[in-house]
């Protein structure tokens, strides 16, 4: 099927969900002309027409008239890159794809970000206070990167008050699952057993909440916790333990999502 300007038109209309008035008011178009070139009646729109309707719906006039995407990326390749484009294009589909992961993982590895975000905990007098924590995330070659290691913040236990340890730096190996890692956490006690034991260190991505039935790092009334999130619960892996339930705290907050842990050596 063959598309008319027309239909172009009427599809980002649609889209966007403008009636002909609302177009009519924003083009300053007579309603009765707008709808007699909408339907086709109008064999010869006015050019300075189609310009307003262009402007109206945020599209390009090529778009409109040949139905050729506009190329909003505004890219000036040099010659190199134009050699690089061409040899890619004679590629097969396996080899593009073996290319595409080259060209992602180094430019991940290129790339050094530091990321710094606060938690908030509970001191002794009930006032509120900022525990910053900088997450250093950077390519250390040989598929390493480095990353803030804390000591003891948190418990997968009963609970344990929140500390201004400063962090380590650690090596861990570069993968898709490390990748998304902010910092690590060594837990203490036995209540994510069996998947996870004391001394385990957690890998965990920063984030303010985390989905029912995911496992985080959570704050309540001054206390870390590693738990699974439940809606109106903190779950324990090991069935020893009861359900901590978040209606009987004051202060409730998400550090991060646990994303998983690093191999005991």
Known sequence: MEYTYIDRIKAIKSEKKITNDMLSEMTGIPLGTLSKIMAGISDSPKLSNIVAICDALDCSLDYILTGIPENTNNYTLDESEMTLIENYRKLDKHSKELVGIVINKEAERSVVSDSVENTRRKTGSGRAVILGRESLRQSAGLGKRSI??????????????????????????????????????????????????????????????????????????????????????????????????????????????????????
Do not use: H, W
């Open 148 to 265: 803030g290691l804390y000591d003891l913040p948190v418990s997968a236990g009963t609970g344990v008050f929140l500390t201004d340890t400063e962090s380590v730096q650690i090596k861990i190996p570069q993968t898709p699952q490390t990748d998304g890692a902010d910092f690590a956490l060594r837990i203490k006690g036995n209540s994510m057993e069996p998947k996870y034991k004391d001394g385990d260190i957690l890998l965990v991505e920063e984030c303010d909440y985390v989905e029912y039935g995911e496992l985080g790092i959570f704050i309540l009334d001054g206390d870390g916790y590693f738990k699974k999130y439940e809606g109106d619960r903190l779950v324990s892996l090991n069935p020893e333990y009861q359900p901590i339930l978040l209606k009987n705290f004051e202060e409730i907050s998400c550090c991060g999502k646990v994303i998983g842990k690093l191999k005991r050596k």
